[in-house]
């Protein structure tokens, strides 16, 4: 199985910042590799998909980059509707692992 | 509009047996795959296996592989996911999604929570 490695797994951050998360494959997955977003209480939501290709409906503030086995997702202005977990997750080959999220909160 | 709509929450003893459903409308849903994923409480994603509902063709994850039965009925446009004799850790919220582009779960279902306990 592809591992994902997310880091940091939380991070303090106050309202207008930028901030990037990272996430590392075991192996090259190309550009399979997408990005999302769960608030308490919630299901994920898709932000990103194929690395850096934002989902209809999704701020633009969210970006992604990355090929191969290191991605990054970038929020450009964090507003106060952002703080929530994100996690990456590899849709190479199954298992489609996720990474173990990164908690963001103020 | 796609929507995938899951069953109810569910209490369960240990040994028991369960089916929960995941209903797609909004699309054709015979040609989108559609995934199971289970949180188990305060924890991370787990990505459990997928079915093509045209064709029932399945996979999963070594982890779940022999512990679930995932399975499809194209004719009502819902898809399952099964335990023969549920545990205590299966204990979670389980979530359905539809694989979109690039293979990402582009829409899901508002979750279904497992309880397990005696």
């Known amino acids: 199985d592809i591992q994902m490695t997310q880091s940091p797994s939380s991070l303090s951050a106050s309202i207008g910042d930028r901030v990037t998360i990272t996430c590392r494959a075991s192996?090259?997955?190309?550009?399979?590799l997408n990005w999302y977003q769960q608030k308490p209480g919630k299901a994920p939501k898709l932000l990103i998909y194929?690395?850096?290709s934002l989902q209809s409906g999704v701020p633009s503030r969210f970006s992604g980059s990355g090929s191969g086995t290191e991605f990054t997702l970038t929020i450009s202005s964090l507003q106060p509707e952002d703080f929530a977990t994100y996690y990456c997750?590899?849709?190479?080959?199954?298992?489609?692992?996720f990474g173990q999220g990164t908690k963001l909160d103020i | 509009e796609v929507q995938l709509v899951q069953s109810g929450a569910e209490v369960e003893k240990p040994g028991e047996s369960l089916k929960i459903s995941c209903k797609g409308s909004?699309?054709?849903?015979?040609?989108?795959?559609i995934g199971w994923v289970r949180q188990m409480p305060g924890k991370g994603l787990e990505w459990m296996g997928l079915?093509?509902?045209?064709?029932?063709?399945?996979r999963y994850s070594p982890s779940f592989q022999g512990q679930v039965t995932i399975s499809a009925d194209k004719s009502i446009s819902t898809a399952y996911l099964q335990w023969s004799s549920l545990k205590a850790s299966d204990t979670a919220m389980y979530y359905c999604?539809?694989?979109?582009?690039?293979?990402?779960?582009?829409?899901w279902g508002q979750g279904t929570l497992v309880t397990v306990s005696s």
């Open positions: 999604a539809r694989r979109g582009s690039a293979n990402s779960g582009d829409y």
């Open positions: 909004g699309y054709s849903f015979s040609n989108y795959w």
């Open positions: 079915i093509y509902p045209g064709d029932s063709n399945t």
């Open positions: 192996q090259s997955i190309t550009s399979y």
């Open positions: 194929a690395a850096s």
């Open positions: 997750q590899q849709s190479y080959s199954t298992p489609y692992i």
